[in-house]
Each structure stands twice: as structure tokens, then as C-alpha cells.
T-cell receptor, first 114, second 111 residues
Framework: GDSVTQMEGPVTLSEEAFLTINCTYT??????LFWYVQYPGEGLQLLLK?????DKGSNKGFEATYRKETTSFHLEKGSVQVSDSAVYFC?????????????FGSGTQLTVLP | EADIYQTPRYLVIGTGKKITLECSQT?????MYWYQQDPGMELHLIHY???????EKGDLSSESTVSRIRTEHFPLTLESARPSHTSQYLC??????????FGSGTRLTVV
């Protein structure tokens, strides 16, 4: 079945450091891929997505490129801020036309120190 | 402004009480979902609906029940709350292809 494997946390960085959170997936079809962010005490928000191979999703300085050859969708940001402290979830939707639901990774806690 | 609303945000209730967690969306989405989120952050799908009068159980077995009488409303009910039900409950709507919109969640504590 479909699965998403995320880099284990927690991740702690200093402000302005470079961020990478690894995400790899297993899917039988041609999935759409997503990153969600959950700030403390809130629900999840869609951060970015990519629907086909080599697409790059970007938002708020975050980027992720859909790599079919390595089945990966790593999240990157060049310079993190304290306000980026949150939990980040990678997710996929296999066969987007007929998928029942999204498959989520287990989440990665990011803390950015001033 | 939120397009999907969950109430209450926080609820502390005694064992054995019946509770209903409310979820409403204004986006006209047919598909809606309930997730349970444990302290380790992982999300577990407990119920979903494809539209009015359609409800299905998710991947994680739950003693809760849901109903979908109107497109915009997808409440979750626990007939007899227990401490093991203590968790955060997140409601979402949307489609797997385009992504979900989540509510802010209800943090339930059963004492």
C-alpha cells in the first residue's frame, strides 16, 4: 500500500540556518505530493504541493521538488525564522482521481532558536 | 478567516458523559474527514464521508460515530466518554487531489 516516510525529529536549528526535512514515499500510481504545517495549538495548513514528476512546489520561502526517480519530496528553506517553528507533515494522494484519502507521514517537529 | 469551523476548541468532561464535537465548512466540499491526533503528532483517520448520508470508518478503530445530514455539517459523537478518548480531534474537508482544509481542532480531555 501507499506510505510516506519522514525524517525523524525533533529538528532544532538556529535562526537563518538552512532547513531540509526528508520525505520519501511508496505509491503504486502517480501520486500528488503535499507538505502541511501545523503551528502550536492549530490544525494543519497546506504549505505546498506538486502534482507530477519534476514539479516544484513553493510557498513562504519553502520549496520541495517531486523526484520520481528517487521517490522523494524533500522540504527545504534557505533561511529559517523563529516563526517557522511547527510540525511539518508530508502527504501523498495516489491516483488522485479515485483516491479515498491522503496518506500522511508521521510528522517532523521543527524548533528554530533565536 | 477560517472556512472550516470546529467547536469547542477545548473540552474537559467527566467519564461516561455523551459529547458531540461540531464541524462545519462553508466551501461546499462533498468529502469530509475526522482525524485523531495523538501526543506523538501522528494523524489517524477515524471517519470520512463522501457526501450527504455517506459515512465510512477510517483506518483507526474508534468508538465514536458520525453523521452527515447536511453537506456543510459533519459532527462526531461519543456516547460515553472514557479517559482513553483524551486526544486532539481534527476535522478536514476537500479532495485528495487538491488537498484538505483543516479546522483548528478540538482538544478533548476526559477525566
Amino acid at each position: 500500500g501507499d506510505s510516506v516516510t519522514q525524517m525523524e525529529g525533533p529538528v532544532t536549528l538556529s535562526e537563518e540556518a538552512f532547513l531540509t526535512i526528508n520525505c520519501t514515499y511508496t505509491a503504486t500510481g502517480y501520486p500528488s505530493l503535499f507538505w502541511y504545517v501545523q503551528y502550536p495549538g492549530e490544525g494543519l495548513q497546506l504549505l505546498l504541493k506538486a502534482t507530477k514528476a519534476d514539479d516544484k512546489g513553493s510557498n513562504k520561502g519553502f520549496e520541495a521538488t517531486y523526484r520520481k526517480e528517487t521517490t522523494s519530496f524533500h522540504l527545504e528553506k534557505g533561511s529559517v525564522q523563529v516563526s517557522d517553528s511547527a510540525v511539518y507533515f508530508c502527504a501523498l494522494s495516489d491516483n488522485p482521481g479515485s483516491a479515498r484519502q491522503l496518506t500522511f507521514g508521521s510528522g517532523t517537529q521543527l524548533t528554530v532558536l533565536p | 478567516e477560517a472556512d472550516i469551523y470546529q467547536t469547542p476548541r477545548y473540552l474537559v468532561i467527566g467519564t461516561g458523559k455523551k459529547i458531540t464535537l461540531e464541524c462545519s465548512q462553508t466551501m461546499g466540499h462533498d468529502k469530509m474527514y475526522w482525524y485523531q491526533q495523538d501526543p506523538g503528532m501522528e494523524l489517524h483517520l477515524i471517519h470520512y464521508s463522501y457526501g450527504v448520508n455517506s459515512t465510512e470508518k477510517g483506518d483507526l478503530s474508534s468508538e465514536s460515530t458520525v453523521s452527515r445530514i447536511r453537506t456543510e455539517h459533519f459532527p462526531l459523537t461519543l456516547e460515553s466518554a472514557r479517559p482513553s478518548h483524551t486526544s486532539q480531534y481534527l476535522c478536514a474537508s476537500g479532495t485528495p487531489h487538491y488537498g484538505y482544509t483543516f479546522g483548528s481542532g478540538t482538544r478533548l480531555t476526559v477525566v
